[in-house]
């Protein structure tokens, strides 16, 4: 699918949001053919709504209710809502730390990605460069992924590997890490608005990491 009009995305997030501001900020320049049709958050401070605000993009926080992993049923809907109404095609999830399933996942049918800290199937997760570091692996990484039902186990569409250095904490292999994120989510989210992207199944084809 190749979009005439720059793909609108909808992009959840929970916390500081620097992957979110590497997307904005690519698509601001010119690199990624999208528009952020709306940034939501189920934290009221999130730091996501401040690099959406000072951006004048549309953000906005929803009571997440009473669950501490995820959407109760009434904010799920609110969610849904706001993203249709906001004519959402792609939802990216942002470091938004709550699991979405059934009723949102039906509604978005193949259209959520979500970016995870370790190249999967490794560590999946809470905390994967932690995982990654205790585990003792020299190569982590970070991956896109389409998400499904289960916990960071959708068809993977791009990796960035990242070395773990002699030395590292838990601190430094984390950042090493989301500055990878940084540059593998934008080129992700181009890929897809230039419907280079394919799926079957749990396989993916077309993402160019050298394109960017
Ligand atoms: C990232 O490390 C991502 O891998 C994980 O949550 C973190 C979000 O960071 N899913 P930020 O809010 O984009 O800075």
Not at 11 to 31: C, H, R, Y
């Amino acid at each position: 699918m190749s979009h005439a009009s720059p793909l609108r995305i909808g992009v959840l997030g929970s916390g500081k949001g620097s992957n979110f501001a590497a997307i904005a900020d690519a698509i601001g320049s010119g690199t990624i053919a999208a528009q952020v049709a709306l940034v939501l958050s189920d934290v009221a401070g999130a730091g996501i709504l401040a690099h959406a605000t000072t951006r004048n993009l549309p953000a906005r926080f929803i009571e997440p209710g009473k669950f501490r992993t995820k959407l109760d049923e009434t904010a799920e809907a609110a969610f849904v809502q706001a993203l249709r109404e906001a004519g959402v095609e792609l939802i990216v999830l942002a470091g938004f730390m709550r699991i979405l399933k059934g009723e949102f996942l039906r509604a978005f049918e193949g259209r959520v990605i979500n970016i995870h800290p370790s190249l999967l199937p490794s560590f999946p997760g809470l905390e994967a460069w932690k995982q990654a570091l205790d585990y003792g692996v020299k190569v982590t990484g970070c991956t896109v992924h389409y998400v499904d039902q289960g916990i960071d186990t959708g068809a993977i569409i791009g990796q960035e590997a990242v070395p773990v250095m002699a030395g590292d904490t838990a601190g430094t292999l984390h950042e090493r890490i989301q500055e990878a994120e940084r540059r593998l989510y934008p080129a992700v989210v181009g890929a897809i608005a230039r419907g280079e992207i394919q799926v079957r199944g749990r396989l993916t084809r077309g993402f160019d990491p050298a394109r960017g």
